[in-house]
């Protein structure tokens, strides 16, 4: 039910940022929980950061920590992911994903079609 259309990804030097967006489709993007993931190359596919609807509350696996950024603007019904100080094991195909179903447990329904991010070193 929501469309997710991502942007943003590219290559970069190490130590270099990138801006990655996702727009959403939904009359209801402002309570949705968005996520950004990433999947390096023979790797599973983990959870970078999350954001809840209204944007209060955000939360990082710890290597991204104070060097990602989530945010939203919910009149856009836009999330972005800011990367700053990228290193090369930040390599991967990064997604958005939007968590429709908002029960006691995360369930993220909705992805995007994944934006490459290639760090050189």
């Known amino acids: 039910q929501v469309q997710l259309v991502e942007s943003g990804g590219g290559l970069v030097q190490a130590g270099g940022s990138l801006r990655l967006s996702c727009a959403a489709s939904?009359?209801?993007?402002?309570?949705?929980?968005m996520g950004w993931f990433r999947q390096a190359p023979g790797k599973e596919r983990e959870i970078v950061a999350s954001i809840i609807g209204s944007g209060r509350r955000e939360d990082y696996v710890h290597y991204v920590k104070g060097r990602f950024t989530i945010s939203r603007d919910n009149a856009k019904n836009t999330v972005y992911l800011q990367m700053n100080s990228l290193s090369p094991e930040d390599t991967a195909v990064y997604y958005c994903a939007a968590d429709t179903v908002l029960g006691p447990v995360p369930q993220y329904d909705s992805w995007g079609q994944g934006t490459q991010v290639t760090v050189s070193s």
């Open positions: 939904g009359r209801t993007f402002s309570s949705y929980v």
